[in-house]
Nanobody, 127 residues
Framework: QLHLVASGGGAVQFGGSLSLSCTAS????????IGWSRQAPGKEREGVSC????????YFGDSVKGRFTVSRSRYASTVDLQMNNLKPEDTGVYYC????????????????????WGQGTQVTVSS
């Protein structure tokens, strides 16, 4: 399976912003919808956002709706997750992966049983 790399994480204060990037070794991410998920220590994996193949549709979990945006860069080299107004509960390891279908229900279909998410990036938000 294709494993993607999420990068750009770091430590921020409450209300701060971070931008994460998803990259594939092939250099292209326009063949499949892309999903973002996160997982905090001892907690279940949570679907964050997904974006379709051409970037015309994107969806977000209720906990991040209105604060996060997702987009595709020029030439589809990356999928970027812009996180604004960050809260301590946003803390976790963020992952990206190709997915089968991106729709309004995708974030609710993410489970902790899937081990295909590849390399994640740590996001820590302090109060």
């Amino acid at each position: 399976q294709l494993h993607l790399v999420a990068s750009g994480g770091g430590a921020v204060q409450f209300g701060g912003s971070l931008s994460l990037s998803c990259t594939a070794s092939s250099g292209r991410l326009d063949f499949y919808p892309i999903g973002w998920s996160r997982q905090a220590p001892g907690k279940e994996r949570e679907g964050v956002s997904c974006i379709n193949t051409d970037g015309s549709r994107s969806y977000f979990g209720d906990s991040v709706k209105g604060r996060f945006t997702v987009s595709r860069s020029r030439y589809a080299s990356t999928v970027d997750l812009q996180m604004n107004n960050l809260k301590p509960e946003d803390t976790g390891v963020y992952y990206c992966t190709p997915i089968y279908k991106c729709d309004t229900g995708w974030t609710s279909r993410v489970t902790s049983d899937d081990d295909t998410w590849g390399q994640g990036t740590q996001v820590t938000v302090s109060s």
